[in-house]
Each structure stands twice: as structure tokens, then as C-alpha cells.
């Protein structure tokens, strides 16, 4: 699949095959509207629920988000996906996240409350056997959901130094350093009891990190140290206009590409909420609340339109994975306001994620 010689822009979308979805879709992507078409599907892994894709765009990963939990390596060629060998266990059970780091596969594993680190080969391939598994320790006040660590995001910091880890289960943020294939802890980091920290998004300055809380409908702004491998919690931002009269899980956040707004996910309540970023980075300002196209948010993604000459926050489409609804919204992004106007929708059963390369 090509556009003039090079390759055309593509999404990827995970999928729960437990729950009917058909595993991992790839898409092409519109430039002028930011549609999403459906192409091919592959379904040789079991719950494909979070994807990540290499640098050079020739290789797609996915966990496996099973109590065994696993990663697999698929190739990319065009539209097509192809297995490059069996899925390879991660030490740890529901892996939710995956990112990819000084030559690993890092996986944020839910169940089990670790996070592991998986060799890539050369060719994209993945060893067969993760080279280190960090295990959490603790406990949060939530009688059911924090009686032990769960982790549920893994990502490297802007700098490239850190890995950063976000434990739903503790309330913290873990600062680790990979050395020689293996995870060691530098920092952890705590947030408030009971707030049950789901997933960070760090501001294009590097500076400054924004963490969504699940258990609590509210996102905790942190300023970051690169150089000290620190993150300090600064204020919370309640999500909502009004409380909550039922049950209300934040899930995605994203920042825009310029820094000027932040955008979350709530499920329950079903909406979107957009936020004003401060110039200093530290303050957000809720410039609005609006349905998120569908039922149950799981994540979101932002996508830059192909048209030239336009600035950081023109051209920039917002896509929400509902996963009860089986949909994937995009909305085009007020470059003034940063409010998301829907703009349409595919239909993807349990879908869980999307991303794009």
C-alpha cells in the first residue's frame, strides 16, 4: 500500500477476540477527514488488546492480554499482518500495555503486578523468553481493586533514559532503568491513596507528565526530572463538571502535539473531556464535555491530517476505541478550543486500542 512512492498512512486496531472482536485490524487512513477503512484482519493471537508499532513501520507487536499473558511479533507488509513465530510468554498474567525501549518489548502486566522486558532481534523477531520480569509490591485503600499491584501502563520517558510505570493497584508511578535486559527500580513514586492511577501521558515539553486516575475521576498533573529520574506530584483536576451520580472510570488520556490541550477518556459516563494546558505546563483548565460516540471508552489516540501547512493543533483528529459499543470514533479537534466534534465512526467488535504508522 502506497501513496506517490511511499507508505500510506495505516491504523491498527486490537481487538478482545474473546468478546467477538476480530483480533488485530489494520485500516487506511483518510488525511483529509481522518475516516478510518477496515482492510485485512488476523486473529492467530488471543486478545490482541494493545499494540505497538516499530520505528520503521515493519513490525506490529500486541500483548496477549490472557491470565498467561504473552507478546507476539507480527510483519507488515502493506495491509497484511503475518506472525513471525508463536506468541512468547512475558512472566506475568493480563498484560494490558506494551511499549518498546532500548531494544525490548516492555509489557505492563495487570494481573500479576510486573512489568517485563522481551529481546527483539534484529529482524524485528522476539526472543523467546523475557531477559527480566519486575515484580510491584503494596497494596490502595480500594477494598476490591487494590488489594494487590496491578500494573497498567509501561512506557520509556521523553528523554529515553527511564522506563515509567504506572500501578493502579499501589497508587504509584515506578521510575525503573533497564540494564542489560533487565528492569531495576530507581524511584517510586506515590499518588494520592485510592486514586488508582491508570495510564501517563507526558507534555511534548518533556518537563511535565499528566496522570489519569481510574478509581477517581480526575487527572494529577506531575512536573518530571529528567536528568534525577523524578516525578512529583503537583494538583489533581477533577474530570467531570458534576460528581458522578453512577459508576465513572477514566481510562486514555493524550496530549496534543503542541502542548496546548489534554484530552481524557471516562467510561460509565461515556463522554470525552478537553483541557486548556497552562504555557508553564502545570495548570489545566476544562474547556468542555462531550459524548464519546459510543459506550465504554477504553482508549484514545490523536492523528495528524495529511494537508500541509498548518500548525500543531490544526488537522488533528481525535480517535476514541469504545468497546462496548464495538466502534472506533475519530472527531476533528477545534484548533482554537481544542473541543472534538465527532466526525464519524467504523465498527470494530470489543475493540480495545488503536494506533497508527
Not at 83 to 111: C, I, Q
Request: contains cysteine; hydrophobic residues 40%.
Amino acid at each position: 500500500m502506497t501513496d506517490g512512492g511511499r507508505r500510506a498512512r495505516r491504523a491498527f486496531i486490537g481487538s478482545f477476540t474473546a468478546a467477538g472482536g476480530p483480533g488485530v485490524v489494520a485500516a487506511a487512513v483518510a488525511g483529509d477527514s481522518g475516516a478510518l477503512t477496515p482492510l485485512t484482519s488476523v486473529d492467530g493471537v488471543p486478545d490482541p488488546s494493545y499494540l505497538a508499532l516499530s520505528p520503521d513501520g515493519d513490525t506490529l507487536y500486541a500483548v496477549s492480554e490472557t491470565t498467561e499473558g504473552a507478546v507476539a511479533a507480527y510483519r507488515v507488509k502493506d495491509a497484511a499482518l503475518e506472525l513471525t513465530g508463536p506468541p512468547v510468554r512475558v512472566g506475568g498474567s493480563g498484560p494490558t500495555h506494551l511499549s518498546l525501549f532500548d531494544g525490548h518489548v516492555l509489557t505492563a502486566n495487570y494481573g500479576s503486578g510486573s512489568v517485563s522486558a522481551v529481546p527483539v532481534r534484529a529482524d524485528g523477531r522476539l526472543a523467546h523468553a523475557p531477559s527480566g520480569v519486575l515484580r510491584h509490591s503494596g497494596s490502595g485503600p480500594h477494598e476490591r481493586r487494590q488489594r494487590d499491584p496491578h500494573a497498567h501502563q509501561v512506557q520509556p520517558d521523553p528523554s529515553g533514559r527511564w522506563v515509567v510505570s504506572v500501578d493502579l493497584g499501589t497508587d504509584s508511578v515506578r521510575v525503573c532503568a533497564l540494564t542489560d535486559g533487565r528492569l531495576e527500580l530507581h524511584r517510586e513514586v506515590a499518588l494520592r491513596p485510592g486514586s488508582g492511577p491508570r495510564h501517563l501521558a507526558f507534555h511534548p515539553d518533556g518537563r511535565h507528565a499528566y496522570v489519569v486516575n481510574e478509581l477517581t475521576p480526575t487527572v494529577t498533573v506531575c512536573r518530571w526530572d529528567a536528568a534525577a529520574g523524578s516525578l512529583r506530584p503537583l494538583a489533581e483536576t477533577p474530570l467531570l463538571p458534576d460528581t458522578p451520580a453512577g459508576d465513572a472510570y477514566p481510562s486514555g488520556i493524550v496530549v496534543a502535539p503542541d502542548g496546548r490541550f489534554l484530552w481524557t477518556a471516562t467510561r460509565g459516563e461515556d463522554v470525552l473531556s478537553a483541557f486548556a494546558v497552562d504555557a508553564d505546563g502545570e495548570g489545566l483548565t476544562r474547556v468542555g464535555t462531550v459524548p464519546c460516540g459510543g459506550h465504554w471508552p477504553r482508549a484514545l489516540a490523536l492523528s495528524h491530517g495529511s494537508s500541509s501547512g498548518r500548525s500543531a493543533s490544526e488537522g488533528v483528529f481525535l480517535y476514541v476505541v469504545n468497546e462496548r459499543s464495538g466502534d472506533v470514533t475519530w472527531f476533528a479537534v477545534d484548533p482554537a478550543t481544542g473541543l472534538p466534534e465527532r466526525a464519524g465512526a467504523v465498527r470494530v467488535a470489543a475493540a480495545s486500542c488503536v494506533i497508527f504508522g
